[in-house]
């Protein structure tokens, strides 16, 4: 039994692992919120990873408001980058194997070929700069890790861009959408399946790798997707990044190249399978 220690337990990929949890059955978890464990607080860290023999700590705590980074950069950066290097030096202490989220959003967005991790990150906004900061902690300081970069993440609830737009659409007859910024959704039971089960095999890749669902599509193109699975009629206008005036930038295109190691599939079939069925894993 391999023992695995969750911080960011109550977030959206943490809650999806403690959903999935039964379905590993050789990983036994310890989960942690950010109540009961803060990730910038080393004392904390290190009587948490003392508490038993771990084989690794998943970290799915993370500061994600991307526009709100761009007014709260201490604080994100607190999170995304504080936070990382603590989590990294914690578990090299403890001899213990970091498994870290990371994000597209480390890369400009001007290419025109899908990203791989030995490409050179140049994040746009706060959100992924903190995050690209976090990740060189863990590639310094951690003896053991993996970093799992992953893209435009949601779960069948909570705060993520399927839940908006159905919100939305309860409310609203016309939608701008931008149609200029590509890359591929994935969905959380579809990432904390491909951890999980390398975790409990002991074959979890070991550096920076990518996993997101397969195929490329832009926010419009995805919330004609939500709507057309949900038999939603609604309007949805194509608009561009420019006009749609975000706060914080965003790379146009961000697709990942996978980590052959990891399966996937294509982003249309998980979001048939994440808005028609419950608690479905590949
Ligand atoms: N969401 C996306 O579209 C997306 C895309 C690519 C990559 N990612 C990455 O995927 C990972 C998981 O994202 P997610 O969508 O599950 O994020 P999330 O729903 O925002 O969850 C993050 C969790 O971390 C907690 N947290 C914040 N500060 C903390 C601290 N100091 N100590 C402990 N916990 C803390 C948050 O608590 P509070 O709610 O109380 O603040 C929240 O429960 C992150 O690393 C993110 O960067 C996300």
Redesign the pocket.
């Known amino acids: 039994m391999k023992h695995v220690l969750v ?2 337990a ?5 809650s999806t692992f403690q959903r999935l949890a039964h379905r590993f059955p050789g990983l036994e978890f310890v989960w942690m ?2 109540n009961s ?4 607080d080393p004392e904390a860290v290190s009587q948490a990873l003392a508490q038993r023999r771990y084989s690794y700590l998943l ?6 408001a991307v526009d709100q980074a761009e007014s709260e950069p201490e604080a994100a950066d ?3 980058h504080l ?1 990382a290097c603590v989590l990294a030096q914690g578990c090299a202490d403890a001899g213990v194997h970091l498994v870290h ?5 480390v890369f400009d967005g001007t290419s025109s070929i899908a990203y791989t991790p030995e490409d050179a990150p140049n994040p746009q906004g706060v959100y992924g700069a903190t ?1 690209w900061k976090g990740e060189q902690c863990v590639s310094r300081y951690a003896q053991r890790y993996t970093t799992v ?6 779960d069948r609830t ?4 399927v839940q908006t737009m159905l919100r939305l659409s309860q409310t609203q007859k016309e939608l701008r959408v931008v149609n200029d910024q590509i890359g591929s959704p ?1 969905f ?1 039971e579809d990432l904390a399946w491909a951890i999980g089960a390398h975790m409990e095999q002991g074959t979890l890749p070991k550096g920076i790798t990518h996993f997101s669902n397969t195929g490329s599509c832009s926010w419009f193109e995805f919330a004609q997707a939500i709507f057309e699975e949900r038999g939603i009629d609604i309007h949805v206008a194509p608009v561009s990044s420019a006009a749609y005036q975000a706060a914080a930038p965003r790379p146009a295109y961000s697709l990942l190249a996978l980590t052959p190691q990891y399966s996937s599939r294509p982003w249309r079939a998980a979001l048939k399978d994440a808005l028609t069925t419950h608690n479905q894993t590949p």
Request: with cysteine; aromatic share 12%.
């Open positions: 911080t960011g109550l977030g959206q990929l943490g919120d950010r464990l803060d990730i910038t970290n799915c705590a993370a500061y994600t607190r999170i995304n936070g989220i990371s994000t597209d959003y995050k970069r992953t893209s435009w993440l949601y909570g705060k993520n861009f994935t959380t």
